[in-house]
């Protein structure tokens, strides 16, 4: 079977003139740092940059779509123009804090996403050599920020210290060290007594 692309009849390519033997085209997230999940606050002036390189891609994509998949199941666009960005784009900016505005019907989720990105084949599409995959590599995570509380009216739900003393008393280790101090001290009370 011959190809248009390979006159010679030898190997094999895509009809796009890409060899079959060509790796899958991706792309590796630089920004924000992949070895931690990172924190974003939605609040003014808090923008997030997501950033890439692409590897092995033969074929430029038309246009990246860039969505951020919350833990909840939604799905939010990322970035001003709804998700979708030139092809040959290497990083979004996404304001938190004007998308929550703008879109109060599905505000942002105090939680935890998955970034995925897909070009022109779509998400969950098959992997092509030299294609760009969908890329579902990077979490992070949103937060928003608490209202102030003045000192004399907080409280710490976790912090109560009569309930963290009944725990240390229960515990065997602690029985057993106060069992052993009595001891002691009467031991030592007796032989105190008995030199007299």
């Avoid at 079959?20 to 997030?48: D, R």
């Avoid at 109560?160 to 240390?168: K, L, P, R, T």
Wanted: hydrophobic share 35%; charged share 10%; proline share 9%.
């Amino acid at each position: 079977m011959s190809n248009s692309n390979n006159p010679s009849g030898s190997g094999s390519s895509s009809a796009q003139g890409i060899p079959q033997s060509a790796p899958a085209g991706g792309l590796t997230i630089t920004k924000p740092p992949q070895t931690a999940t990172s924190f974003f606050k939605i609040a003014p002036s808090h923008t997030i940059t997501f950033g890439w390189n692409f590897t092995y891609l033969l074929k430029t994509p038309e246009h990246l779509t860039v969505s951020a998949v919350c833990d909840n199941g939604n799905t939010y666009p990322v970035g001003a123009t709804d998700g979708i960005i030139p092809g040959t784009a290497t990083s979004v900016l996404w304001d938190l804090w004007s998308y929550q505005q703008a879109h109060p019907s599905t505000p942002l989720a105090v939680a935890t996403y998955t970034l995925n990105i897909w070009g022109d084949q779509g998400p969950g599409a098959a992997i092509s050599p030299g294609v760009l995959s969908e890329n579902t590599n990077l979490k992070f995570a949103l937060y928003s920020p608490q209202a102030y509380t003045p000192l004399p009216d907080w409280t710490c739900d976790g912090c109560n210290v009569s309930g963290a003393w009944s725990e240390y008393v229960a515990h065997p280790a602690f029985v057993s060290l106060v069992a052993t101090i009595v001891v002691i001290f009467l031991s030592g009370y007796a032989v105190m007594r008995q030199t007299r």
